[in-house]
């Protein structure tokens, strides 16, 4: 079963306007963690943003937030103020543990292709 | 030179060959993991290294083999692929070992792989 949902494989989105993207996760744990990557077409991917599971506020980094709805098992992302810049792939992934050695792995989502037009 | 870097960036092999992918990561982790990117599929995890041991192979082919030799470097040697086998492989670290988080994964700028 999929564990990370992203319904949205492209988005369009204006200069300086703000886009939200979608993401569903599914886990039965109690202690998870989510993230955001960005995947620019150099295909590097860059690590945005952090929410865990027990965390009472929503994430912020810079022009980057996480709009955490636990009970709707959500974690939207929300870029404000996009720029050229900011047009790439995002991927959300959530944190599983591998029990081996007591590290963790992450699961990916099948990413947003997101284009900020001028 | 900082952050997780890979070579080569780029690699044409045909079938019968035999190459190998290098990760070397600067950051002083305890994890390392090889990512397959297909085209229009979700980033697969294949292994991953925590303090050098093999602690997940995710039901990669054995044409596919991975190696640390240390907390710093991560290979996978590869031998009779196929063309299905083409892809972005990407290397990350992460500090991984402990629980405490959220010790995000750094990625590499990946290998594009192309089997003829």
């Known amino acids: 079963a999929q564990k990370i949902t992203q319904t949205q494989p492209g988005m369009f989105v204006q200069e300086k306007e703000a886009v939200t993207l979608d993401c569903t996760y599914d886990?039965?744990?109690?202690?998870?963690?989510l993230f955001w990557y960005k995947q620019p077409s150099s295909g590097e991917m860059i690590f945005l943003i952090y929410?865990?599971?027990?965390?009472?506020q929503n994430a912020t980094e810079g022009r980057y937030s996480l709009n955490f709805q636990k009970a709707r098992k959500s974690a939207n992302l929300v870029i404000s103020a996009s720029q050229l810049g900011d047009s790439a792939m995002y991927f959300c992934?959530?944190?599983?543990?591998?029990?081996?050695?007591?590290?963790?792995?992450?699961?990916f989502g099948k990413g947003t292709k997101l284009t900020v037009n001028p | 030179e900082t952050g997780v870097t890979q070579t080569p960036r780029h690699l044409v092999m045909g079938m019968t060959n035999k190459k190998s992918l290098k990760c070397e990561q600067h950051?002083?982790?305890?994890?390392m993991y090889w990512y397959k990117q297909s085209a229009k599929k979700p980033l697969e995890l294949m292994f991953v290294?925590?303090?050098?041991?093999?602690?997940e192979n995710n039901s990669v082919p054995s044409r596919f083999s991975p190696e640390c030799p240390n907390s710093s470097h991560l290979f996978l040697h590869l031998h009779t692929l196929q063309p299905e086998d083409s892809a972005l492989y990407l290397c990350?670290?992460?500090?991984?070992?402990?629980?405490?988080?959220?010790?995000?994964?750094?990625f590499g700028p990946g290998t594009r792989l192309t089997v003829t």
């Open positions: 886990t039965s744990d109690q202690s998870y963690g």
């Open positions: 992934a959530m944190r599983e543990e591998i029990t081996q050695g007591g590290s963790e792995k992450l699961v």
């Open positions: 950051l002083g982790h305890n994890a």
């Open positions: 290294y925590s303090l050098e041991e093999r602690v």
């Open positions: 990350a670290s992460s500090q991984g070992v402990l629980r405490e988080g959220p010790y995000e994964q750094y």
């Open positions: 929410q865990g599971s027990y965390d009472e």
